[in-house]
């Protein structure tokens, strides 16, 4: 009669509970990618007599470039997004994809979700501007956009660097108060001692810097 091995059945148990631990994460992650989707189908419902306001237009088109980074698998804790991809995601909405004139460059990094959402939201607000106001609202008009990932200390972290510049806009004048977008710009990285950002209206165009602070766990190269 032939005896079961103890070591075989162990081995069944390690692979049910591998593909019960991988089916838990697909479906965390599908129901994750499926919250942003519902939050915009609920304002979407919630505006509907207000579809033309200003500020309820804005408000749908920043959660649809959250949307549009989700679906790249950027909204679960733990999971990394590509640098280079959120940023192809969020301009090309606003850009002219027959005629693009958003340059990108930049190297292959990723970084944590909840780097990927703040990354969504200052690429949206300063693309949104640039169509509104800045450079993009002229044919000429044009944004050279680059990023780049340097060594930090000696912790394995590093620092993300981020330039926006615009040129052949309208000529820049004399700043008005800052709207919403630039209000929204400013509160995000001002309360984080690992965001400094800066932000000037040159006669060219407008320029801004992003620099990260990034832990080792936090960034892939």
């Known amino acids: 009669m032939a005896i079961d091995d103890p070591r075989d059945a162990a081995l069944d148990d390690d692979m049910e509970a591998d593909a019960l631990a991988r089916m838990t994460l697909s479906e965390a992650e599908h129901r994750a990618r499926n919250l942003i989707s519902l939050v915009l189908a609920l304002a979407q419902q919630s505006f509907n007599g207000l579809k033309g306001h200003p500020e309820v237009v804005a408000f749908l088109d920043r959660v649809r470039s959250l949307d549009a980074v989700a679906r790249i698998g950027c909204e679960v804790k733990g999971d990394f997004c590509s640098l280079p991809r959120i940023a192809e995601r969020v301009t090309t909405r606003l850009d002219n994809p027959m005629a693009p004139r958003i340059a990108r460059t930049g190297g292959e990094v990723s970084v944590v979700a909840r780097w990927a959402h703040l990354l969504t939201i200052v690429l949206h607000e300063l693309t949104a501007n640039s169509v509104r106001h800045g450079a993009l609202s002229a044919v000429g008009g044009r944004v050279d956009l680059r990023w ?22 309208p000529a820049v004048t004399s700043p008005g108060p800052a709207g919403f977008g630039m209000r929204l710009l400013r509160d995000l990285t001002g309360h984080n001692s690992r965001c400094q950002a800066s932000l000037r209206l040159p006669p060219t165009g407008l320029v801004y810097a992003l620099t990260l602070k990034l832990y080792a766990n936090e960034v892939r190269y």
């Open 148 to 169: 780049v990932a340097s060594a930090g200390d000696n912790s394995g972290g590093a620092e993300l660097h981020l330039h926006w510049r615009e040129t052949g806009g």
